[in-house]
């Protein structure tokens, strides 16, 4: 009997047990194969296989041939480099044939992956699966000299350059609520880069990822010239969208999204930026890139160029003469050229002191694998791979850099005050955008599309850009956090440098600029529209504006108190953008995107909007799903406390509940590139009429006086 109940029991555990693993394998299949499916259906993505035109096999023979013109290539160009001071042409031609020849010289032109190709039988390159032949595994090096090894593709996967966002802690943001972004004690949310030197706030790259604009440029009449345009030309992905799989609790990126990553923008010497431009397949649009043989023979160690490939487009701006990757628009669907600059300090030897003393963006932005660290202090929502990690001036120059100066005691003694780009960012390029909006377009004959219309530009102090204390802490919306060391509670940017522009040749510029404005839309009230644009806060009813000043008092000024405050330069902008009111707080409303096509070609900005928000990830986000996942968080972040308004603001067509805004306050994007060697005087600021806004600083009247009238006759020139 008790053998027989053993047996039975014996069969009822092998029955369950293999229930078990039946309903485990269903799950696994599930997620497999069916999950991405229904992902894909839902957010309404494209995954098919990727192909690049220009990924060609050759020959051994034409190997060979590309091998040797390579080679000749990258030698004539370093030899050219190091005796450009020789005048006469034929002892430089003499001088560099000599240096092209030496042992030295041939070991460090040499592309050490010719080699690598050649042993290997490789004779045609196609992406990242030939990168993953040699290097599926990666060494890492951590800040602690600590080393790992890791998985190469999903290191690369799981980086902001690829993913641009992170549910992880470690922003140094802090929500209107008060509380630290994905900090300790918040539910996490996938947050990164909310742009908003863009018509596309960061979250909805996915509405103008590749987009091809018919323009009909003054120089071509009667012709369409098809244009490329779209947030995926400065990220490494590339495929028809961002990898929205990243936002998600679950779910990995499809493998055809993963081998369109772009390894050789990153990694190779010679890249043809002629092949980043949108092309239309039977999967929709995205951005094409170089994936021939040449450019991946000349893989090396990342350069200041590999960088500013796409970094500058942010820095120095697509006008900047001396962007490099500006100058080749594309073969095909050429490149939209951006007019005004974002932060408008480029870096470049012309530009910036360490630029031209050849010092590498890697030499301070120290990677692990491909986690890049940006620094400590950052005041906007930007994603951070290694947050722990410094990068500052002080990482090379210490506390007490003017050790050569004939007044170093007085200059290293304003470090505990002013950072030193303070000092060292003396301009901005002249087409820095202050004010742009975004809501009445206007032609340009040049590119034939109508372009945001850019209300004030500056490169100057105190008008494009300011000076705030900071202490390494942001808002969701960028607005620099800190606080005079002297603990003055009347010193609130969020209510004064941030929210008004009073200076006199700004505010002229703005209205000239607006009575221009008017003569394509008459309907602009002139004194209205500069009051709305100087002065953002006057768009809050006085409800509204009481609630933002107890939000401040009461949930940043103990971000403001943290650590150690000093003065910053900060590139200052705003936007005129449509809002969704229903999800409207203190600090502003959810910003609705744009489709491009619609907007560069028509003019028509409400209807850009209207055909933006018909996508299928907008649509998704009004829904519960959404709702419940991160919007209700993210607008508890955006000081809007009562949660996410799901109402779909599109009924029948028309917009509803949407309104054109500026912003209801300005960005202050961190300004740390664009450093010059010669930097402000000291009459500069210790003058009544300085640069140095001391009483909106917060300092007390009689300090302000002292501080404007320092006596610095005697003290000279300083270098």
């Known amino acids: 009997m008790t053998g027989s109940l053993s047996h039975v029991l014996s069969k009822a555990a092998r029955k369950r047990l293999l229930i078990g693993l039946a309903v485990l394998l269903t799950l696994w299949l599930a997620y497999q194969f069916l999950y991405p499916v229904l992902f894909q259906w839902y957010v309404g993505e494209s995954n098919p296989r990727l192909s690049f035109a220009s990924s060609q096999e050759v020959s051994p023979e034409e190997f060979e041939t590309l091998a040797r013109s390579l080679t ?98 470690g922003f140094s943001t802090y929500g209107y609520d008060g509380r630290q972004v994905n900090g300790p004690g918040s539910r996490k949310i996938p947050v990164g880069k909310i742009n908003r030197a863009c018509g596309i706030p960061g979250s909805f790259s996915w509405t103008g990822w590749a987009a091809l604009v018919k323009s009909r440029p003054e120089d071509k009449p009667g012709e369409v010239e098809l244009r490329s345009e779209g947030c995926g030309q400065c990220h490494i992905g590339g495929n028809y969208q961002p990898a929205t799989e990243t936002m998600m609790p679950v779910g990995d990126v499809p493998t055809n999204a993963k081998e369109g990553i772009d390894c050789l923008i990153c990694h190779a010497a010679q890249y043809d930026m002629n092949q980043r431009y949108v092309i239309q397949d039977q999967g929709g649009r995205r ?27 942010n820095m120095g701006g697509d006008a900047y003469v001396h962007n490099q990757a500006a100058q080749a628009l594309g073969h095909e669907n050429r490149r939209l050229l951006h007019r005004g600059a974002k932060r408008g300090n480029p870096f470049s030897p012309e530009d910036d002191v360490h630029a031209a003393a050849k010092i590498q963006c890697t030499d301070c932005h120290v990677p692990e694998g491909h986690r890049i660290p940006r620094g400590r ?136 600029n607006v ?30 504006l009481a609630r933002r000043q107890e939000m401040i008092q009461q949930n940043l000024r103990r971000a403001m108190n943290e650590g150690e405050s000093r003065i910053y330069p900060f590139k200052v902008f705003n936007a005129m953008m449509y809002e969704d009111m229903g999800n409207q707080g203190p600090f502003g409303a959810m910003i609705l995107p744009f489709d491009y096509a619609t907007y560069y070609e028509s003019g028509d900005s409400a209807a850009a909007v209207i055909q933006s928000i018909k996508d299928p990830i907008v ?61 402000w005087q000291c009459a500069d600021c210790h003058a009544p009429n300085g640069i140095m806004d001391y009483a909106g600083l917060g300092y007390t009247p009689e300090r302000v006086v002292e501080l404007q009238n320092l006596d610095v006759s005697q003290i000279g020139e300083i270098k």
């Open 619 to 679: 649509v998704r986000m009004y829904q519960t799903p959404f709702k419940l996942y991160m919007m209700d968080e993210f607008m508890s972040y955006f000081g809007v406390t009562q949660g996410w308004d799901a109402r779909y603001p599109l009924v029948d067509g028309k917009l509803v509940n949407v309104e054109p805004h500026w912003m209801r306050q300005m960005g202050s994007l961190m300004i740390n590139h664009g450093i010059k060697k010669d930097a």
């Open 72 to 169: 000749l290539a990258a030698r004539e160009a370093k030899a050219a480099e190091q005796v450009s001071d020789q005048q006469d042409p034929f002892a430089r031609q003499v001088k560099m044939e000599i240096l092209m020849n030496t042992d030295s010289f041939l070991r460090d032109t040499d592309y050490p992956h010719i080699k690598y190709f050649r042993d290997a039988g490789i004779r045609r390159y196609a992406g990242p699966e030939t990168c993953l032949r040699c290097h599926a595994r990666m060494p890492v090096e951590h800040g602690d000299g600590s080393r790992t090894e890791v998985d190469t593709l999903q290191n690369l996967v799981d980086s902001v350059h690829f993913k641009f966002q992170s549910d992880s802690g």
């Open 287 to 313: 951005w094409n890139q170089d994936r021939s043989l040449a450019a991946a023979l000349t893989v090396k160690p990342v350069t200041n160029a590999n960088c500013l490939r796409c970094h500058q487009h």
């Open 377 to 512: 202090k950052g005041v906007d929502l930007v994603a951070n791979d290694l947050p722990g990690k410094e990068v500052s001036c002080e990482s090379c120059h210490s506390r007490a850099p003017h050790n050569n100066a004939d007044y170093k005691a007085l200059l290293n003694g304003h470090i505990a005050r002013l950072a030193c780009e303070t000092c060292h960012i003396k301009s901005l390029q002249d087409n820095n955008v202050v004010l742009r909006d975004w809501v009445h377009p206007t032609w340009d004959a040049e590119e034939g599309i109508f372009i945001p219309t850019d209300i004030y530009r500056s490169g100057q102090a105190g008008k494009g850009f300011i000076y705030l204390w900071f202490n390494g802490n942001g808002t969701f919306l960028a607005n620099a956090l800190g606080n005079n060391p002297n603990g003055a509670i009347d010193y609130n940017p969020l209510m004064n440098q941030l929210v008004r522009i009073t200076d006199p040749e700004a505010l002229a510029a703005v209205r000239a």
């Open 515 to 544: 009575e221009e404005l008017k003569k394509a839309y008459p309907n602009i009230d002139v004194g209205a529209y500069v009051t709305m644009a100087t002065e953002p806060l006057s768009q809050l009813a006085p409800a509204m």
